[in-house]
């Protein structure tokens, strides 16, 4: 099987020159969030093979397609939009992910992101602090719809441990050394998904056989956590 790459087109970030700073606070805004975007869909599409075959073992084989076409599509509809209210931004980029990401994790993903989007309604700004919201918001709404658990090998197992990281994380100075630890524990949380029992989805009817399995989407919220990382950290 091919390997997880971080791999990143650093074209993506030459725009970005710092963290944009007002005193001591970080703060992030709808241009910022449209250079996520593309990084989520820069790191999708170099490992959409790996998805694809990590997929494979226990599923359709189809989560490699529907990420990297989901978030390219994100992507291209940030590049399109003059939208600068977060929250209009987050809802639209859901509603645009559920219509391009043919996938059961696509429409959590959205769900996610449409979440974030009434937490930051009527917001133009971001702080760094405030990252801890939107990733919760995100995995509030992946649970919502979803109905999964943590520790039922899902993508909430890569997603929740950056989430704990970045929640315990109260300082605006140490904002990009948390987010380092937030792609460390979502690594941590992805890999801890081998041998936990899959209740969820085609990798659950294989029963005791599942706990062998990395769970894909576990590896997308890793993903996730990374490139954002990456662009906070420069």
């Known amino acids: 099987m091919n390997k997880l790459k971080i791999l990143f087109n650093n074209k ?26 593309d990084a989520w869909a820069s790191i999708m599409v170099t490992n959409k093979d790996y998805l694809i075959k990590l997929d494979g ?7 490699g397609l529907s990420m990297s076409d989901g978030f390219k599509a994100i992507q291209k509809f940030g590049h399109e939009t003059d939208i600068e209210d977060l929250g209009l931004l987050f809802y639209n980029a859901g509603k645009t992910m559920n219509k391009y990401a043919s996938s059961s994790l696509g429409t959590l993903i959205s769900s996610g992101l449409m979440e974030a989007g009434k937490t930051f309604k009527g917001k133009s700004k971001m702080t760094g602090c405030d990252l801890a919201l939107f990733l919760e918001s995100i995995q509030d709404g992946v649970m919502n719809v979803g109905k999964a658990k943590i520790g039922e090998k899902t993508f909430l197992d890569g997603f929740n441990p950056a989430v704990q990281v970045m929640k315990e994380n109260m300082s605006e100075e140490s904002v990009e050394l948390a987010l380092q630890k937030a792609t460390v524990a979502a690594q941590q949380g992805s890999a801890s998904t081998v041998g936990m029992l899959a209740c969820w989805g085609r990798a659950a009817r294989r029963g005791e056989d599942s706990r062998q399995i990395l769970d894909p989407g576990s590896e997308v919220a890793y993903l996730m956590i990374s490139a954002l990382s990456k662009y906070i950290n420069g």
């Not at 970030?13 to 241009?31: C, H, I, V, W």
């Not at 073992?57 to 989560?63: E, P, Q, R, T, V």
């Open 12 to 37: 993506l970030f030459s725009a970005y020159q710092g963290n944009r700073r007002e005193g001591d606070n970080m703060l992030l805004t709808a241009k910022d969030f449209v250079q996520i975007f």
């Open 57 to 63: 073992i226990a599923g359709d084989g189809d989560l």
